[in-house]
């Protein structure tokens, strides 16, 4: 089995900065392309941005300029790196994952979940 733990949620004021961070673990897996999606209260998850293996990602354009998604494969770990929060940015954020477990076909596995609330 693989897990997805997420880490790095919490109160922050406007304006101000948080790191997110998502490791698999678990045994004789691959991990593709991964990535971190957003739940508003009373609202449908969304992608906030993804990143492939080999390190090509994607951004919402709402956290563009604002928002990094990186990746250490040796340690099967993404980040997100958010600058200059906003209120708007509060929400449950998931990370992602697309994995193959050996002699199986890949599929996504989603993690947990870590609030983040920006407010002053």
């Known amino acids: 089995q693989v897990q997805l733990v997420e880490s790095g949620g919490g109160l922050v004021q406007p304006g101000g900065s948080l790191r997110l961070s998502c490791a698999a673990s678990?045994?004789?897996?691959?991990?593709?392309?991964m990535g971190w999606y957003r739940q508003a209260p009373g609202e449908e998850r969304d992608m906030v941005a993804t990143?492939?293996?080999?390190?090509?990602?994607n951004y919402a354009d709402s956290v563009k300029g604002r928002f990094t998604i990186s990746r250490d494969n040796t340690k099967n770990t993404i980040y997100l790196q958010m600058n200059s929060l906003k209120p708007e940015d509060t929400g449950v954020y998931y990370c992602?994952?697309?994995?193959?477990?050996?002699?199986?076909?890949?599929?996504?596995?989603w993690g947990q979940g870590t609030q983040v609330t920006v407010s002053s």
């Open positions: 992602n994952a697309e994995v193959r477990v050996v002699l199986t076909f890949p599929r996504p596995y």
């Open positions: 678990g045994s004789s897996f691959t991990v593709y392309a």
């Open positions: 990143i492939t293996r080999d390190g090509r990602s």
